[in-house]
């Protein structure tokens, strides 16, 4: 569903195993396991003459995946993430107190470690520990975490051979406008932290520096976590996707520079995070950008 959403794969779009599995980086086996699954859930349909194709509108379905089954591992990594998130658990942890504390079979925790390492949300320490990764979820490290964002993200946009994948800013455009048309108290979180992941990792990705992609895409894989978002009233939400709209309309018009200084008005307004700024609306430089013709 993810690789559809950032393809910009529309109703009716043909979804090629190979392809997918490339994208994914596994065998073709899990992909159509996969798509036999939603087969069954109605978001995909399978012709005979064409094989799979995709049967609704993701672009309209926001929580299309809620009711996918998952793994075992994968319910335990969720749960070790709450705990961390809410200083339930230590930054070091072990094999055999995530045993004791979640009643789990040691392959489970091994595994659920592995998924979280493989995520790079953990290090594995010396012995049978793991390190957690600092997270910006406290004031010190989200201050920490925009100074990292406004070095590299900007620079990534400006340095030679930037280049913006336009199925995937389409499908990302709309997503945005769909939930920017929403009543306030219809206003689904959920739905704009994965917009945001996806809007400053399409710049990640667009990056010609390799090191700089793997930088920024490792840092998104924190902001991911539980409470990374919290906190932030509906009225800056709506904010900020207006202004990823207008640094979305100069990428796409290749005005790098404005841009790139856009992004950086938007990063200090996401740092400070006033509620004042309801009163005020847009700051200037965004009010005074237009989308090109």
């Not at 040691?106 to 493989?118: P, Q, S």
């Not at 202004?243 to 290749?254: A, G, M, V, W």
């Not at 520079?257 to 307004?269: G, I, K, M, S, T």
Request: proline share 5%; with cysteine.
């Amino acid at each position: 569903m993810d690789v559809a959403r950032q393809r910009g794969f529309e109703a009716g779009a043909h979804l090629p195993e190979q392809q997918i599995a490339s994208l994914c980086n596994v065998s073709r086996t899990p992909v159509r396991a996969a798509l036999r699954l939603l087969t069954e859930k109605g978001v995909v349909r399978w012709e005979a003459e064409s094989g799979y194709r995709l049967a609704v509108d993701l672009t309209s379905q926001a929580t299309l995946a809620t009711d996918l089954p998952v793994t075992e591992e994968d319910e335990l990594a969720e749960m070790i993430l709450r705990d961390r998130s809410a200083r339930r658990l230590d930054q070091t942890v072990t094999i055999g107190a995530l045993m004791r504390r979640y009643n789990a079979e040691r392959k489970t925790v091994l595994k659920a470690l592995k998924k979280l390492t493989d995520e790079n949300l953990l290090d594995r320490a010396p012995g049978q520990s793991w390190l957690f990764r600092r997270a910006p979820d406290d004031p010190e490290a989200q201050g920490e975490s925009y100074e990292f964002r406004l070095l590299l993200e900007p620079a990534a946009i400006l340095a030679p051979g930037f280049r913006l994948d336009g199925a995937r800013a389409a499908a990302l455009r709309q997503g945005m406008e769909a939930l920017l048309a929403l009543p306030d108290p219809a206003f689904d979180t959920k739905e704009f932290q994965r917009l945001d992941i996806d809007f400053h990792g399409l710049i990640a990705d667009g990056a010609a520096n390799r090191f700089v992609t793997d930088a920024l895409s490792d840092h998104l894989r924190l902001r991911r976590l539980p409470g990374t978002y919290a906190g932030v009233n509906v009225f800056r939400l709506k904010q900020s996707l207006r202004e990823h709209l207008t640094i979305l309309d100069q990428l796409e018009s290749r005005q790098y520079e404005v841009a790139a200084d856009l992004l950086r008005v938007h990063l200090r307004l996401s740092r400070s995070q006033r509620p004042q700024a309801a009163s005020r609306g847009a700051p200037a430089l965004f009010g005074m950008i237009s989308r090109p013709a």
